[in-house]
């Protein structure tokens, strides 16, 4: 049973970059056909996709997030992280990464993903 758990400091200041890594028992990320993606919630919110990293490791982000979002991957360590840039007190919100086995689409569909991480809060203040 794959198993996800993101990690990562709770407060970011602004202006800074948010970093926050997923690290992934019971499955490899490079397993084909699945993709790994970040997703999160802000408070009062609904579910914003972010962007993925698919098992052959190439990325697609969410268009709205695209200029300051990068996804990357360590396989030796079976992890993956988000790095959002220029944060503000908008970006703050509970991190989720999860699994998929299509592409995900926008708006969110959380059909489209089969496991979860337990989420992590980010706050976005000075």
């Known amino acids: 049973q794959v198993q996800l758990r993101e990690s990562g400091p709770g407060l970011v200041e602004p202006s800074q970059t948010l970093s926050l890594t997923c690290t992934v028992s019971g499955d490899s990320i490079t397993t084909p056909y699945y993709y790994w993606s970040w997703i999160r919630q802000a408070p009062g919110g609904g579910r914003e996709w972010i962007g993925y990293i698919a098992h052959a490791g190439y990325t697609y982000y969410n268009p709205a997030l695209r200029s300051r979002t990068s996804i990357s991957r360590d396989t030796s360590k079976n992890q993956f992280t988000l790095q959002l840039s220029s944060v503000t007190p908008e970006d703050t919100a509970v991190y989720y990464c999860?699994?998929?086995?299509?592409?995900?689409?926008?708006?969110?569909?959380?059909?489209?993903?089969?496991?979860w991480g337990q989420g992590t809060q980010v706050a976005v203040s000075s």
């Open positions: 999860a699994r998929g086995s299509d592409i995900p689409n926008i708006p969110f569909n959380a059909a489209e993903y089969d496991s």
